[in-house]
Every structure is written in C-alpha cells, then in structure tokens.
C-alpha cells in the first residue's frame, strides 16, 4: 500500500493535463472573445457563437459583421481578438498589422443573382458578359451578348439595376479578381480591391445589403455569397467555367472543386497572391473564395488581452477548423479539405502571449498539479520512499 499511494499520484499527475486541457470553460471565468469583419462568412460565424457557447456557457463570441476592410482596420488597430476577411492582407496591410497568422477558416462561392420576374434561376453568363454587365457596356436584359447564351428564354427589354458594394468588402476582393482574370479591360479601367470605382449601380453595406437590393427591385443584379441567396430565396446565374466546355451552377460540390487545387502558404506567409477563382475543371464553379481569420503571432498586442483569455482565443479557433466544420455544408459553405486543416493546426500552435508559447493549460490546472506534487512529496516522506519525480 505504501508503495500504491505515491504510484497513484504519480498517475495522477500525469493525467491531470489531458483531463483539464479545456477546464477554463468549466470555472465561471466569463470570457467576451471579438472578432470583426467579413459579412460573407457571417451566417457560418453566427452559428459557431451560438454552437461554441452551448458548449462553453461562459465563452461569449462577439463579431461584428462589419465587412473585410473595417475587420482588418480593427486588427491594425488592435481592438479585436480577431479579424475575419475574404480577401488576403496586401503588402500595405501588412506593414499596418506585422506578425498577423492568416487562417483559412471556410470557403464561399459568390454568386450573381438577379430579379427577372418569371425566369427562373439557372441564366446562363460567361465572364467577360458579366464584366461587361457591371462596366455598363451591357445595360439591357435582352442584349443580343446575353440573349446568344440563352436561347428560348424571352429576356425582357428592361434595364439592368446594378448593385453593388460601398463598403471595403472581401467579397469585392473576390469578384473583382475574377473579373480582372476574365476580361482584361477590366482590370485595366476598373481594377481589383476591397474597394473600386464602380463605374455602374447602386452601392450597399454588406452582402445583406446587396442582396436586398436585388431581391427587392426588379431588373436587378449584384454579386452575393451563396449563403445570403440561398437564405433570401434569390435566383442565381450559371457561370462558363476555366474550361470554357460548361455552364456551372453554384453549389457546395462546384465550389470545393474550383478550391481543390488551391496551394497555400504558410500562415506566417505572405498571402497577398493567393486566389483560387477560375480554376480548371468540368464542375468548377469559377467566382469563389478562401474566407480566412487573420489574428496576431502574440497576443498580448491585443488591447486588454490577457493569457487566460488568450487560450480560450485559441480553443475557440481550433474548435471552428475541427469540429465546427460540421456545420458548413447546411449552410452552403465548403468545409475545409484536410490539408488546409493541418496547415491551420501548425498556425494555430504558433500563436504566443508575451514571448512565449501559451500553455496547455490554466490556473486552475496548475493548482490542482501543484496539490498532486505536493501529495507526492509528502507521501513518499511519510513512508520513507524516495520520489524525486523530475519535471
């Protein structure tokens, strides 16, 4: 029995991480984790608050959907845990923000959804069609560019209502650089950005804001993550593909296959190239994006951050690139394949407070170890056993 008592501890000591590794969400330690930015990740992020909260009761996910371009003026500013964005740091962001990590937490397509009373979705438009649509070359429905893809259907002869984004937007980041792909003068006269001059259309906050300008005024058209049309019931063009060979609808399959071959760098990399729209294949639906967190190195940067905060920043990220995947698909996002999983993992583990690595576990942890060394010690004197367990 002597010899029992200390083995017992020593078990106990060396279980005691892998049993509390989450223990800070069982204390009554309330924490308020921020994020900011991308409106079209929105409807995932608001459902992994309420799913990561029904799990962890004092874990609050606070994220305002505020648009890429403000998420990422927060992120300089150091307001926000974090910043959620559709569209990569540029080299200008870079210098505003040094030591961010980018980690890709789900992938969207964006559709181009219109209000054609009486034409179902499913119109067919190749690249440079939609180009020409938002310059203003094509401003009539029944234009002879759109009506050659589409015979059979009766276009009307109405003007087409363009909307778009005012403010800075991933999702315009992403549908500017497909158009800038497609049609040269594109990217000549108009450009690719979080923010262009739009030559054409009637601007609005926020995906929401541009798809309720299209559901709401007929003869519309915009650019909307595939989540909002879906959720707003709204009709949806069929995009030409890389290939040229088909038209593809936007969908979960469509999507992850323009994304599948997507070569990625390291989350302390330089992301400022990274694009995967119109990528080859029959099924690749060719307007979609990588949706990323983009958090700092160390943490302790972050106003009011503390190292107990810290990690339950860092549960709640590895808990959305893991299990929070699940809830993607209902929603009409792509979850991420495996190997951008992993390249998340190695990113995650990078992030610091102060210097150095946060531990694996909390306060509470270390003093229920310290109870088990001291119980060791003492044991093994009671009895006259020599313990001297190296830590």
């Not at 789900?106 to 034409?119: D, V």
């Not at 984004?165 to 980041?173: E, F, I, L, N, P």
């Not at 040229?244 to 399959?253: H, L, Q, R, S």
């Not at 150095?356 to 576990?361: A, D, K, L, N, Y």
């Amino acid at each position: 029995m002597k010899k029992i008592l200390p083995a017992l501890a020593f078990m106990l000591l060396l279980v005691i991480p892998a049993t509390i590794l989450h223990a800070g969400a069982q204390t009554g330690q309330t924490y308020a984790i921020t994020g900011a930015g991308s409106t079209l990740v929105f409807p995932l992020m608001d459902t992994w608050r309420v799913q990561y909260n029904s799990l962890h009761s004092n874990i609050h996910l606070n994220y305002q959907s505020i648009g890429s371009g403000a998420g990422i003026k927060l992120l300089e500013q150091k307001t926000v845990d974090f910043a959620a964005s559709d569209a990569p740091l540029q080299p200008s962001d870079q210098q505003k923000a040094p030591g961010v990590l980018t980690l890709p937490e789900s992938i969207g397509g964006i559709t181009i959804s219109y209000n054609l009373p009486g034409i179902d979705k499913g119109l067919k438009l190749t690249g440079p069609v939609i180009a020409q649509i938002f310059m203003g070359d094509i401003t009539m429905w029944n234009d002879p560019a759109i009506a050659s893809l589409n015979s059979g259907i009766n276009l009307p002869a109405q003007k087409i209502e363009i909307a778009h984004r005012a403010d800075g937007s991933g999702t315009t980041y992403a549908f500017t650089d497909y158009l800038s792909k497609v049609y040269p003068q594109w990217k000549t006269d108009v450009g690719q950005g979080k923010t262009v001059p739009w030559p054409v259309g009637t601007g609005a906050q926020g995906n929401a804001g541009v798809a309720n300008i299209v559901k709401t005024t007929p003869y519309a058209c915009g650019y909307v993550e595939l989540a909002y049309a879906y959720q707003n019931n709204m009709t949806y063009a069929f995009v030409q593909n890389a290939d040229g060979n088909a038209f593809v609808e936007p969908t979960i399959d469509s999507i992850a296959a323009d994304a599948a071959s997507a070569n990625l760098p390291a989350a302390d990399g330089d992301w400022s190239q990274v694009s995967i729209v119109n990528q080859p294949g029959s099924n690749s639906y060719p307007i979609s994006t990588l949706t990323y967190v983009m958090i700092y190195k160390d943490l302790s940067q972050v106003n009011g951050e503390t190292q107990d905060k810290s990690q339950e920043v860092i549960n709640f990220l590895s808990w959305i690139i893991h299990d929070g995947q699940k809830f993607a698909s209902p929603l009409l996002y792509v979850p991420l394949p495996d190997s951008i999983v992993k390249a998340d993992e190695q990113g995650i583990a990078q992030i610091q407070f102060g210097g150095s690595t946060i531990p694996e576990f909390g306060p509470v942890a270390a003093l229920v170890l310290a109870i088990a060394i001291v119980s060791i010690i003492a044991v093994s004197a009671k009895t006259g056993l020599k313990f001297a367990p190296k830590l």
